[in-house]
């Protein structure tokens, strides 16, 4: 009898446990998301990653994360699997031109009945009306369209050191700058006895995070730009709507970089230069003065004491041209896009992308995936989560791939992220110096040049300008009335003015030029 | 006068069942090669009709709407349009003349040379530049060419000279990338030239030997004309790819100021048809560009053979 109960109650929980188990992988949702990877200096994150599990047990879901490539790289990627019609069922995009023509082929779903099942996160992030407006299609939203969480972070860094040793003063005006910038190309301020200083680093980079380079020369001339008052690609006046580049005050901007380039107070490889080498070059003291993001500079410092052990930087506010203006560029006030596609809809997916985007808004899911392993990448000091820099970015990254779903931007988020450093005796609070990026920049906002969609020949007319503006720059062409009217009238060959004219009509129905 | 009577056809299709059998191992082999170009070159053709219609992924190659020719006159109708084709057939050009040369030359000296073991030493040092990317040689170029730090301009400064921007002027641009193309796969090309080589009778410079004919003579009379026959293969196979003037090259070193020699129809491509996501525009110039090489081989072809006696087929 009794052996006959055993044998009955193990038959009956061993169904049951089977039933369990095959109720739960009956359940379980498979769910692709492909983001840009935030750390793109560490490998993706390992298969036996606590998020895979916990995500599974909780939440029901199969994820199958996979790392975009950062830059043109990862944007190609997404849009052969977009031609290949396999796009992930939630994933990032970066390239607008790539977001619109997903909505123009209907590869993307709205996202307004997944809202109301992600109520924290909808409510703390996607209720601004005006900045779903940049993803409405004929009243539908198709993406999460994020609050910003880093911009403005970029400025220019000044050696003190060497405006110490030749008794110069921090420049505040162009004039100033270009003095500065001449000293410490011709007056050896390293004392190394050797020509190898340069008043200035930048090259012509148009990364669009955090920033908005605007047609022309890229993000690290936009200075120059802002003190003539002619920053960013539009001049956003409602009454004489027209391209920044038509004013006069733009061809003075130009000529003013003409003399930094003829002066020889840039590193003459600057127009061939890629980012990756300027930070190499500043990190090994080449430059009195340089362009680069706080990140950058975080991520450069070890090096940059080592190679300068007595150095001392200082962030430059943006210098004042001849009107009084200044500005460190223009910026848009939208963060991370994520964008789901429409066969992850079709298949029934929706619910389970909200539970994801939910989870991954606050308490456990934020933490795991904005801050990796407690106590291993981050801590709690006073309850400020703080990366712990002393596990080395290619490791701590790996657990953070994710981070951007998670953040928010919050100012406890920005201490966390930035810390306080010591590196060569010197303390560095970057969030701090994040801030004063911030304050000090005068940044324009342009959120309004994310409504102008591409041109059918964009290529070309980024060319146009771009190239021109070069050839002004290196002397290739010289800056007088002819050449520059010869410019501003070629921009018709490559339907300019439709660009504009497109341009002005979005900005308008958008409700950003009034 | 008699006819013999034509075979029955499927006595026909039995000797030629027989035949296939005997050859059956051939036939194997040939196999996977046939299988690649069905797949990866003839499957293709078909989805390339894309480049007649406005492609829609979720619509699928063959629901997409027709377009027509839009795709190309979009091409052709590109404010750069002359000046991509220009840049490409100079540089394509100028890689051909310049490129062939030292690779016969440089055969003709390693089938000269009587020291074996030097010729394979330098047969392997100059292969190996062709397995390097152009990432690389990029990083190459720039610590010999670069106006602040490039050896070459260090040694112009040292002179009293100024310094060159080799890769932002549009005076050097070209020449510096036909120059490291050429520096590149000059062992590479040499390999063909080579094996034409070693394929001629050695008894014909014996015999010319003893005639009294000088290394010179031997080389003039002997190697070169025994290599015209794969000297043509190789002009045209170069013709039929003469708008591909090297993508990849091209995009490490080429910048904004150097734009008007520089950009090519395939770097055009990439930033109009693959930035821009304009997938049927992309395949629209890739059919050009296949169009443009077929005649190229097809003319070049009937040229060789009525003027060198020898042509590709």
């Known amino acids: 009898m009794r052996k006959s109960f055993r044998l009955l109650f193990s038959l009956a929980l061993s169904s049951g446990l089977a039933a369990s188990w095959a109720l739960a992988q009956v359940s379980l949702t498979d769910l692709s998301v492909a983001l840009y990877a935030a750390n793109p200096e560490a490998p993706a994150p390992p298969a036996n990653w606590d998020v895979y599990r916990i995500v599974r047990e909780k939440l029901g879901i199969n994820l199958k994360f996979t790392m975009l490539p950062t830059g043109a790289d990862g944007d190609n990627r997404l849009g052969a699997l977009a031609a290949a019609n396999d796009l992930p069922d939630l994933f990032e995009v970066r390239s607008l031109a790539l977001f619109d023509r997903l909505v123009q082929q209907g590869q993307l779903a709205p996202v307004n009945s997944l809202l109301p099942q992600m109520p924290g996160r909808a409510n703390d992030r996607y209720n601004d009306a005006k900045r779903n407006l940049l993803v409405t299609n004929n009243g539908q939203i198709y993406g999460f369209l994020e609050p910003v969480t880093l911009s403005r972070q970029y400025g220019i860094w000044v050696r003190k050191d060497w405006l110490d040793k030749l008794g110069l003063k921090t420049p505040t005006t162009l004039e100033e700058f270009f003095e500065v910038a001449k000293a410490f190309t011709e007056r050896d301020p390293d004392g190394n006895g050797r020509n190898d200083t340069f008043g200035f680093g930048g090259v012509i980079d148009f990364d669009t995070a955090g920033i908005l380079p605007g047609l022309g020369l890229g993000n690290h001339f936009q200075w120059v730009y802002g003190a003539y008052g002619v920053a960013g690609t539009w001049n956003y006046n409602p009454r004489a709507f027209a391209a920044n580049l038509r004013e006069a005050n733009f061809r003075k901007a130009t000529e003013y970089i003409r003399r930094l380039v003829e002066a020889k107070v840039i590193d003459p490889d600057w127009a061939t230069m890629r980012r990756a080498d300027l930070r190499t070059r500043w990190q090994q003291g080449r430059y009195g003065m340089f362009f680069e993001s706080v990140g950058g500079l975080q991520a450069g410092l070890q090096n940059f004491h080592a190679n300068n052990p007595n150095a001392e930087l200082l962030l430059l506010p943006p210098p004042k041209g001849p009107e009084g203006k200044s500005s460190m560029g223009t910026y848009s006030s939208a963060g991370w896009l994520y964008a789901v596609s429409k066969r992850a809809i079709d298949s029934g997916k929706g619910a389970a992308i909200a539970r994801f985007l939910e989870w991954a808004h606050r308490g456990e899911g934020y933490f795991l995936l904005g801050w990796g392993r407690y106590r291993t990448d981050y801590t709690l000091p006073n309850n400020v989560p703080t990366i712990n820099t002393q596990v080395p970015i290619n490791v701590r990254g790996s657990y953070t791939q994710m981070r951007w779903l998670a953040f928010n931007g919050n100012p406890l988020e920005m201490r966390g992220r930035y810390p306080e450093i010591n590196v060569g005796g010197r303390k560095y609070v970057m969030h701090q110096l994040m801030a004063q990026a911030q304050r000090q920049g005068n940044w324009i906002d342009r959120t309004g040049d994310l409504v102008v969609k591409a041109a059918s020949n964009q290529a070309d007319l980024e060319r146009y300008v771009s190239e021109n503006l070069v050839q002004f720059v290196l002397g290739q062409r010289p800056i007088n009335d002819a050449n520059w009217s010869q410019f501003l009238s070629g921009l018709r060959n490559v339907r300019f003015e439709q660009y504009e004219a497109a341009a002005e009509k979005a900005l308008k129905d958008s409700g950003y030029l009034r | ?313």
């Not at chain 2, 220009?86 to 003349?97: A, D, R, Y």
């Not at chain 2, 030493?121 to 152009?134: A, G, K, M, N, R």
């Not at chain 2, 990432?135 to 060419?145: D, H, N, Q, R, S």
């Not at chain 2, 670069?146 to 060159?164: D, H, T, Y």
Request: proline residues 5%; charged residues 10%.
């Open chain 2, 1 to 313: 006068m008699s006819f013999a009577p034509a075979p029955q056809p499927n006595r026909r299709l039995k000797r030629l069942a027989q035949s296939v059998w005997q050859h059956r191992m051939l036939y194997l082999m040939l196999l996977p090669g046939l299988a690649y170009f069905i797949i990866f070159r003839y499957w293709p053709l078909w989805n390339a009709q894309i480049a007649f219609r406005d492609f829609q992924p979720t619509l699928g190659v063959w629901g997409s709407p027709w377009v027509g020719f839009q795709h190309f006159q979009e091409f052709f109708g590109s404010y750069y349009f002359s000046q991509l084709l220009v840049n490409t057939l100079v540089i394509s050009l100028g890689k051909i003349v310049l490129g062939i040369p030292p690779a016969i030359l440089l055969a003709v000296a390693l089938h000269e040379t009587s020291r074996r073991f030097l010729s394979r030493i330098v047969q392997t040092l100059s292969y190996l530049p062709h397995f390097l990317s152009w990432v690389i040689v990029y990083g190459i170029l720039l610590a010999m060419l670069s106006p602040s730090e490039g050896l070459i301009n260090a040694g112009l400064r040292a002179i009293g000279l100024e310094p060159v921007p080799f890769l932002t002027s549009t005076a050097t641009f070209q020449p510096v990338v036909v120059l490291s193309e050429v520096w590149k796969e000059t062992g590479w090309s040499a390999i063909l030239f080579l094996a034409a080589l070693l394929s001629i009778n050695p008894a014909l410079y014996e015999a010319a030997a003893i005639d009294g004919a000088s290394r010179w003579q031997q080389i003039r009379h002997i190697s070169l004309p025994g290599m015209m026959d794969v000297l043509v293969l190789v002009v045209l196979l170069k013709l039929g790819s003469i708008l591909d003037a090297g993508f990849h090259q091209i995009f490490v070193l080429y910048s904004l100021p150097v734009y008007s020699v520089g950009d090519i129809i395939d770097t055009w491509v990439y930033r109009q048809g693959i930035q821009n996501f304009q997938f049927s525009l992309a395949t629209a110039v890739g059919l050009f560009k296949g169009l443009i090489g077929l005649v190229l081989i097809v003319v070049a072809n009937r040229l060789a053979r009525r003027f060198v006696g020898t042509g590709l087929y």
